[in-house]
């Protein structure tokens, strides 16, 4: 065998902070939402609260285990821009996290995962990247869903 010199540890260690590091920050500094079953139309409620206006509104269900309902909703704001928000609904909280990891595991930029992910119980809420727009207006509607704040 071979002695490992002190170089050799020194770039060990530095992988291993670079990868527990972070993973470690997510872990400390994150709430995993409970899982729970949602009643109502979330999306909806929230674009509606907002001032956002709902143009369409269609059934999907991907091929995703444990996927029991979705829509993907068309929504405009002010200026008649219009944005497309998914929401799909989980069976388990299980399947609810495995479409999360998948999500974060399928970087683009800077290590980054294409759009954002919102989680309201059972729901994953996706908004795309270029609805940043929307996304300062919907996404304060979307807490205050997840915290159960009723005005």
Same mark, same amino acid.
Do not use: C
């Given at each position: 065998?071979?002695?490992?010199?002190?170089?050799?540890?020194? #770039?060990?260690?530095?992988?291993?902070? #670079?990868?527990?590091?972070?993973?470690?920050?997510?872990?400390?500094?994150? @709430?995993?939402?409970?899982?729970?079953?949602?009643?109502?139309?979330?999306?909806?409620?929230?674009?509606?609260?907002?001032?956002?206006? #709902?143009?369409?509104?269609? @059934?999907?269900?991907?091929?995703?285990? $444990?996927?029991?309902?979705?829509?993907?909703?068309?929504?405009?704001?002010?200026?008649?821009?219009?944005?497309?928000?998914?929401?799909?609904?989980?069976?388990?909280?299980? !399947?609810?996290?495995?479409?999360?990891?998948?999500?974060?595991?399928? !970087?683009?930029?800077?290590?980054?995962?294409?759009?954002?992910?919102?989680?309201?119980?059972?729901?994953?809420?996706?908004?795309?990247? @270029?609805?940043? !727009?929307?996304?300062? #207006?919907?996404?304060?509607?979307?807490?205050?869903?997840?915290? $159960?704040?009723?005005?």
């Amino acid at each position: 065998m071979t002695d490992i010199d002190r170089e050799t540890w020194a #770039v060990i260690l530095i992988i291993l902070l #670079v990868i527990l590091l972070p993973i470690g920050a997510l872990m400390i500094w994150t @709430n995993p939402e409970p899982y729970h079953v949602t009643t109502g139309n979330l999306l909806r409620e929230a674009a509606e609260a907002s001032g956002l206006k #709902v143009v369409s509104d269609k @059934n999907i269900t991907p091929p995703i285990e $444990g996927v029991t309902g979705g829509h993907s909703y068309t929504v405009m704001d002010e200026e008649g821009r219009s944005f497309t928000i998914y929401a799909q609904s989980f069976d388990s909280s299980a !399947s609810r996290d495995a479409a999360i990891r998948a999500h974060y595991s399928q !970087s683009v930029g800077k290590g980054r995962p294409l759009g954002e992910l919102i989680v309201v119980g059972d729901q994953l809420i996706f908004i795309h990247p @270029n609805s940043a !727009s929307i996304r300062k #207006v919907i996404v304060p509607e979307l807490k205050k869903k997840k915290a $159960g704040i009723q005005e």
